[in-house]
């Protein structure tokens, strides 16, 4: 294992993943950590001819996702990272993939006519290959989710949100019946833009099968507004058909807003088991989910 000091001392990066790189890049010039929430591994590593970024830790899906699904993507004109390797390695999955080198311009975060398009593409069409790794991912809202987040607030916020989040819950279970595939978590830090000016989404740790609205939720920075539903359900319909009703459009957009209400859930639940309370992200959701949450009453 090779530890490299300016990424901290929790990312090792294995030697039969650098060599992978030094064969496909040449020597290895420097090392630069991404980040991200996820709990996997997200270097850049810079090379002689070329640089590419390395994923390790993921779930075994996304490395079968890149081997057999994303081949059949580019028919679909969705832009996904290139897979130059990938193995497992000590015990976990490490991927080796093309290095988009441009984050999505702020401007963009509101999923702009191109994304809403490319989401398009892969929520329909001819059907894909399903999965068949173990961890591979499947959205649910269960209870314990729930309840795991209401018991971070005072017993009596936690009084308040809980008949309305159960209330939802129950709203949402539609939500996860398996139609479409999906990212799983097209939200704006998961795209980039290629020296073409090409969009490409990556982190396909959650490939799976959903409502279209979870990856809308997602897309969606913040917690958003009803307005702000209603717009995206009318221009990812636009993407998708050039006729649409209104109640279409009404439906999706209830749908978006309680996708949302479940990511949100999620992933404060999440924060919660690995001990994340106060990561920045999770205080500000924290701060302003309950007043979010009463105020979106209108999706019952």
Not at 131 to 137: G, T, V
Not at 164 to 173: E, G, S
Request: aromatic share 8%.
């Amino acid at each position: 294992m090779v530890t490299n000091p300016e990424a901290g001392p929790a990312l090792q990066l294995p030697e039969a993943v650098l060599q992978v790189v030094e064969r496909t890049c040449g020597s290895l010039l420097t090392i630069e950590p991404l980040g991200g929430l996820s709990g996997s591994d997200v270097v850049r590593i810079r090379a002689e001819s070329d640089s590419v970024a390395v994923k390790g830790g993921g779930r075994a899906a996304e490395a079968e996702f890149y081997r057999s699904v994303a081949p059949g993507l580019g028919a679909r004109a969705v832009s996904v990272p290139a897979l130059h390797w990938a193995g497992r390695v000590g015990g976990r999955w490490w991927l080796v993939l093309e290095d988009v080198p441009h984050p999505l311009p702020r401007e963009r975060w509101g999923a702009d006519d191109e994304l809403l398009t490319m989401l398009a593409r892969l929520h329909g069409g001819e059907p894909l290959p399903r999965l068949r790794a173990r961890d591979a991912y499947r959205p649910a809202w269960p209870v314990r989710a729930t309840t795991r987040v209401l018991a971070t607030f005072p017993a009596h916020e936690a009084a308040h949100l809980s008949p309305i989040l159960d209330a939802m819950r129950l709203a949402a279970n539609h939500l996860f019946v398996p139609e479409h595939p999906l990212s799983g978590d097209a939200n704006p830090c998961n795209w980039g833009v290629r020296a073409d000016g090409t969009a490409v989404l990556f982190d396909w740790e959650r490939f799976c099968r959903g409502s279209p609205a979870i990856d809308l939720a997602t897309m969606l920075p913040g917690l958003g507004t009803p307005d702000e539903y209603t717009g995206l359900a009318r221009r990812y319909l636009a993407a998708v058909t050039s006729s649409m009703s209104r109640g279409e459009t009404e439906r999706l957009a209830r749908d978006i807003g309680l996708a949302k209400a479940w990511t949100v859930v999620e992933f404060l639940a999440g924060a919660a088991e690995r001990g994340l309370e106060d990561e920045p992200t999770t205080s500000w959701l924290h701060s302003v989910f309950p007043g979010w949450v009463r105020s979106m009453r209108w999706l019952l």
